[in-house]
């Protein structure tokens, strides 16, 4: 479609609009959710979506959670043939569009006049879904009767701007704290009802062929930009992903993904194929539609231009192959998707951005990708409030980024599906919340994949209840099969995850759950990112700054990177053996 | 969040400051939740007065040569110290002034430094700051 829509100025002041209605979302979901992992971790993104369901805006939404909500638009529009201004809809349908059931979305559609012109999306990851057990993430649910979470599979939840109280009290009586859930539900609420509020304001001030025509002209512009970003990036050509999720009991060998890559940079059009890849597993670690293209897309634009609008529009120039009952396609009822979020969906990421890395100076290394018990969900009772109820996910892990051709991995990336965006827990205001202790945070030296850049490190975490007992969910990958270096790189350290305090420290599996008495302790550490190109060639001022700061310790600079480091950091003598260094690395490959 | 002042002596109050609460909660958020109990936890109150003189203003230290005056009568303070710094490319000695001892009508010539809690002004050569009734500093360059 042409766009008439000649005005440079408005496009981006009407872009930028947008984009900050989607903050004021955000803003909103943050200020008054309940539970930490929304109102602290902001696990939770906003969108909007065109009337005729073409993503608009994503507000820095997290990468897994953006592609798709114009698909759980669809179904509300094939749905619900009484779509009427002052209705809300929950959505939380894996095979309808949405990532995983614990995603709870919240649809708001915006009229203007007696036309759907937006949808406003909110979509944000439960306290607790009712789930068979008090955890959101359920990687061993055979299917979803296993699971056992509610289904809201886009369901009206208000009408002229009330509740529908049957739907509320169906929710309530499922999930362990319903108090959270329905404060959490009218954050979600809230920050959709806020984006109705000014878009329709946007649109009276505008006028309605105004931002029609902005509309049109805004994905033109988008597309162009990919179609660009896709030429100046990416050579023509064809290009293979690998990652393997760790082993799990329903399969022994892990779970092994790849992603076919079709490139034509001159048309500026990108096909992946996934078609390829194993059957559903019956397990909980199957990917949505929704997810399935959402982290092989989060892998391109990893490795694309980062100021390209995330839309309908740049996707235009993107193909995305998927079959029915594939790992990585598209599930049918009722393939269990619990962990259709993290885990699988973190290997698709790091296989597609890895993909590209058989171009020298192109593509980035595996990011660690193991949401183990670091950030387990927790639960049990607080004698500080009379034995209230608790159950909720913590956000204290730490995996480190994998390594670009120019630059070392991102320290805080939490997990490839959300690039850094989630926000970490205060621990202050965790052990406010829960009765929890957390005795450390820290960097593990040495923890990132070696190579001419260096993956990030993952952090060490341990905490454990206080003055009580506390149940631990977890489902870690990363365990056995680490994040893996390109070009030469190296991979990063694998996850553990260690019991400690009753009697001899005990390794655990990263996947499990543990009831922690008073004292007791887990102690979990996430991947490293992993290395892009030879460590042996990084430049040796860094081999030593990175000495000197704890990132790798004297003895992986000899071993790994060539480089001789003599003196102590307390007594700051650092310094590198030139002539040592010179025969090592001589005498290197 | 902004809520009226409401004195609270009465059931009744509660209800009124609860549904100010909720009221603002909607105004900003575009929610509200009735059933739920309404918890404050941090309480900010926001005072308004008339300006007190600056020329009688307690917080700056030390006598005021003219108490009751809101411009101060022109006079050259004492430096608290001298110090040597580098003006023009070379070092000199400099009259170092404490900022919170100063007072309106007090006048500066440069070179000077003049230390506040959170920032330094330097004074160059060519330039005199006044302090002024409001408490600001007026710089001068003569040049």
């Keep these: 479609m042409t766009s008439t829509f000649d005005d440079p100025t408005l496009l981006a002041v009407l872009a930028n609009r947008f984009e900050a209605i989607g903050r004021e979302m955000t803003n909103t979901l943050l200020r008054t959710a309940r539970s930490a992992v929304i109102g602290s971790a902001r696990d939770f993104s906003c969108s909007i979506v065109t009337g005729d369901d073409r993503l608009l805006a994503s507000a820095a939404g997290l990468p897994v959670h953006v592609f798709g909500s114009h698909l759980q638009t669809r179904s509300m529009n094939e749905l619900h043939h009484d779509l009427a201004p002052g209705d809300a809809y929950l959505h939380n349908d894996p095979y309808m569009g949405n990532t995983h059931h614990a995603d709870h979305s919240i649809l708001v559609p915006v009229f203007v006049g007696d036309e759907h012109l937006f949808t406003a999306v909110a979509k944000a990851h439960q306290a607790d879904i009712g789930n068979s057990q008090p955890t959101t993430y359920m990687p061993f649910a055979r299917d979803i009767y296993e699971e ?243 159950v909720n996910q913590i956000v204290l892990c730490n995996n480190g980024g994998g390594a670009g051709p120019d630059t070392d991995g991102w320290l805080t990336l939490a997990l490839p599906v959300t690039g850094g965006l989630l926000h970490r827990d205060s621990v202050e205001v965790l052990e406010q919340k829960y009765p929890i202790h957390i005795d450390e945070i820290r960097v593990q030296t040495d923890g990132g994949g070696a190579g001419r850049r260096r993956g990030a490190p993952p952090a060490v975490v341990t905490y454990g209840p206080r003055g009580t007992q506390l149940t631990t969910a977890f489902a870690g990958d990363g365990g056995v099969n680490p994040a893996q270096g390109v070009r030469g790189g190296r991979p990063g350290v694998h996850a553990t995850t260690t019991l400690v305090g009753r009697g001899e420290d005990l390794q655990m599996a990263t996947m499990g759950i543990e009831v922690l008495q008073d004292g007791e302790r887990l102690r979990a550490r996430g991947c490293g990112g992993g290395g892009y190109g030879d460590p042996a060639e990084r430049e040796i001022d860094l081999v030593l700054d990175d000495v000197r700061e704890r990132w790798i310790s004297i003895q992986a600079a000899r071993d790994t990177y060539r480089v001789v480091v003599t003196g102590t950091a307390d007594q700051e003598t650092l310094s590198v053996d030139q002539q040592a260094t010179a025969i090592l690395r001589q005498h290197t490959g | 969040m902004r809520l009226p002042m409401v004195e609270i002596t009465s059931f009744e109050d509660v209800t009124t400051i609860v549904e100010a609460f909720s009221a603002e909660h909607e105004r900003l958020f575009a ?59 070379r070092p000199r000695e400099t009259d170092i002034f404490d900022g919170a001892t100063l007072r309106p009508g007090a006048r500066i010539s440069g070179p000077a430094i003049i230390e506040e809690p959170t920032t330094t002004v330097v004074v160059p050569a060519a330039a005199s700051v006044t302090v002024l009734p409001s408490g600001n500093y007026q710089m001068e360059i003569s040049r």
Aim: with cysteine; net charge neutral; aromatic share 6%.
């Design chain 1, 148 to 390: 056992g979470a509610l289904s809201f599979p886009c369901v009206r939840i208000q009408r002229d701007r009330q509740d529908i109280a049957e739907v509320i009290r169906t929710a309530r009586r499922r999930i362990r704290v319903p108090d959270v859930w329905y404060g959490d539900y009218l954050a979600a609420l809230g920050a959709a009802r806020i984006a109705e509020r000014q878009l329709t304001a946007l649109v009276k001030r505008y006028g309605i062929d105004t931002i029609r025509g902005f509309i049109e002209a805004w994905f033109d512009y988008s597309e162009a930009r990919m179609r660009d970003g896709i030429r100046d990036r990416l050579p023509s050509g064809n290009y293979t992903g690998h990652a393997t999720h760790d082993p799990i009991p329903v399969a022994p060998e892990g779970i092994a993904i790849q992603v076919q890559i079709s490139v034509d940079a001159t048309a500026g059009r990108i096909l992946i194929d996934l078609r390829d890849n194993p059957d559903c597993v019956p397990a909980g670690l199957n990917q949505s539609e929704a997810t399935a293209v959402n982290n092989v897309v989060t892998g391109l634009f990893n490795v694309l231009p980062s100021d390209i609008p995330h839309n309908s529009g740049s996707f235009r120039c993107l193909e995305v192959l998927l079959r029915e009952n594939c790992v990585v396609g598209i599930p049918r009822h009722p393939t269990c998707c619990s962990m259709a979020t993290t885990n699988i969906a973190d290997r698709l990421v790091n296989a597609t951005q890895a993909a590209f890395a058989s171009t020298p100076g192109v593509g980035l290394a595996h990011g660690g990708a193991a949401m183990g018990a670091d950030a387990a969900v927790i639960s049990g009772t607080d004698p500080r409030h009379n034995d209230a109820a608790f």
């Design chain 2, 31 to 89: 929610v509200r939740d009735d059933q739920s109990a309404v918890e404050f936890l941090v309480w900010r109150l926001q005072l308004r007065a008339p300006r007190p003189d600056p020329g009688n203003d307690p917080n700056r230290a030390g006598p005021a040569p003219h108490a009751g005056t809101a411009t101060g009568h022109p006079h050259h303070p004492h430096p608290s110290e001298r110090r040597t710094a580098v003006f023009d490319g």
